[in-house]
């Protein structure tokens, strides 16, 4: 069953996908104490508003009963203001002879979290040797699990964030940087909300979110293929903790991954040290469809020809050249429509060609840097013509500011075509005309191009003949 629910101009749907939330072995289980101001149970009631509190003396300690032998890979502590500076975690199958698993000294952090712990026991304990304060040691969570997060299959990681506001020096990107020490942070208002592009649709099996004191108090997970319309895969209400994990089965899938804040648990606004995703991605194709691309020799040049059947967000095609098929260089950049939906040609003219059996192929870049390479073709530059009298070219002014003329003379009458390059390669115009024979002139309006070089190539007679033009301001 779906619930279509409308959010301002953003459709969202429910989806009843039977999200779990991951397993904390400790939550609710027995706890023992060197000593309780407050209850030890209150670190393992998934309350992050109560809290365990010790004596105000060191050393003290917390030990919680998980009821059988356990694997324990990663633990999390979230500590209330007066926390714990040296302190270590340990493991045992009888809680008599402990095996320690983590130390901490000089902690400075009211969140501490150990992974890979790869250890085994029944009960867990936290023997704190110095605290940071003159208080005793309080804990509002003390969380176990038997699995850790890789963060090198975090989905999210370094991936571009987008979020309906940035407060102070905390953007979007800080909460997909894999470090607990920088943050996003929002305004100070409901509503807020922050997503993650993963570049590609994803199967998404667990997200995993670690709050700064600025926390959510009500809040919905949300995927979406497109950024517009959203589905709702989990919903937060009345949460209290600083970590928040949930598992999804079945998978969900999107391309983009969104926390919805509902409402705020302080009076500040959203604040995010990490919003993680795990999941298995399928990268997205680079957004060009190639229709076709080869390689023509002309007289004394070879003319590079592409075109596109679609173009989406494309940067630029990069033409490359090698003399043995393996090892290939740049000749020019050539910019890509961007966006297109109908079919596009391009054209490079390669007009210093290899004598031998020259290779081309394309390197297409698009707008978030991926690139891809197009076939390699194959061909021999046809030899030059032999010089003709009276094919000189003249052209002037040179410079010229907007209007020139290009002159020649022709042996017989026939078709012509002069085109202009920018020097790196670039065709900016090509035109088709018919000669005479005798003496030619041909008008070239340079007044729609940019000030600098160009080559201007006049293209008669089976011969090819190149010349510089400057247009001037």
């Known amino acids: 069953m779906k619930i279509l629910i409308l959010f301002g101009c953003l459709l969202a749907t429910w989806l009843t996908a039977n999200p779990a939330a991951a397993q ?10 060197s000593s309780q101001v407050q209850a030890a149970a209150k670190a393992f009631d998934g309350d992050g508003n109560t809290r365990w509190e010790s004596a105000a003396s060191d050393p003290q300690y917390i030990v919680v009963n998980l009821g059988s032998v356990q694997t324990i890979d990663r633990i999390r502590l979230t500590w209330e203001n007066a926390y714990g500076k040296d302190f270590t975690l340990a493991v045992s199958s009888d809680n008599t002879t402990w095996t320690t698993v983590a130390t901490t000294t000089n902690n400075a952090t ?47 990681l370094g991936k571009t964030g987008t979020a309906s506001s940035t407060q102070g020096g905390f953007p979007a990107r800080n909460a997909f940087d894999n470090d607990n020490a920088t943050r996003w942070g929002s ?14 649709t994803a199967t998404i099996s667990r997200m995993y979110l670690i709050w700064e004191t600025a926390y959510g108090k009500d809040f919905r997970l949300e995927v979406s293929n497109d950024a517009a319309t959203w589905t709702a895969v989990k919903m937060f209400t009345g949460n209290t903790l600083h970590y928040n994990e949930v598992s999804f089965s079945p998978a969900v899938t999107g391309r983009y991954v969104r926390m919805f804040g509902v409402t705020r648990g302080t009076g500040y606004g959203f604040s995010l040290y990490e919003f993680q995703v795990y ?16 390689a023509v020799p002309q007289t004394a040049a070879v003319a590079v020809r592409w075109a596109t059947a679609t173009e989406h967000n494309s940067a630029s095609f990069e033409v490359q050249r ?19 939906q109908s079919a596009r040609a391009y054209e490079y003219l ?6 031998t059996t020259a290779y081309y192929r394309l390197k297409q870049l698009d707008i978030d840097g991926q690139v891809a390479y197009g076939p390699v073709v194959a ?39 002069w085109s202009l390059m920018t020097t790196a390669g670039q065709l900016v115009h090509t035109e088709t005309f ?7 002139a041909q008008p070239i309006d340079l007044g729609p191009y940019a000030a600098g070089s160009y080559v201007l190539t006049l293209e008669t007679a089976g011969q090819v003949r190149h010349t510089l033009v400057q247009k001037a301001n």
Request: aromatic share 10%.
């Open 24 to 33: 904390n072995l400790a939550l609710g289980k027995t706890a023992t104490a």
């Open 379 to 417: 061909v021999q530059a046809a030899a030059p013509a032999p010089a003709t009298a009276g094919v000189a070219l003249s052209f002037f002014p040179n410079p010229a500011t907007d209007r020139a003329t290009l002159q020649w003379s022709a042996a017989a009458a026939g078709a012509a075509r």
């Open 279 to 294: 999941g298995t991605l399928v990268p997205l194709p680079l957004p060009v469809t190639l229709a076709s691309f080869g």
């Open 187 to 200: 305004n100070y208002a409901d509503g807020e909300w922050l997503y993650v592009d993963l570049r590609g």
């Open 322 to 340: 090698s003399a043995d098929g393996a090892s290939f260089a740049r000749l020019a950049a050539v910019p890509a429509a961007g966006n297109s």
């Open 110 to 156: 009211t969140g501490n979290e150990y992974s890979n712990l790869k250890a085994r026991g029944q009960y867990v304990r936290l023997n704190g040797t110095a605290r940071a304060t003159t208080y005793g040691y309080s804990l509002y969570e003390f969380e176990v699990f038997n699995y850790s997060n890789d963060t090198a299959n975090n989905l999210a």
């Open 434 to 440: 018919a000669t005479q024979a005798g003496p030619n």
């Open 350 to 355: 390669d007009a210093a060609p290899l004598r």
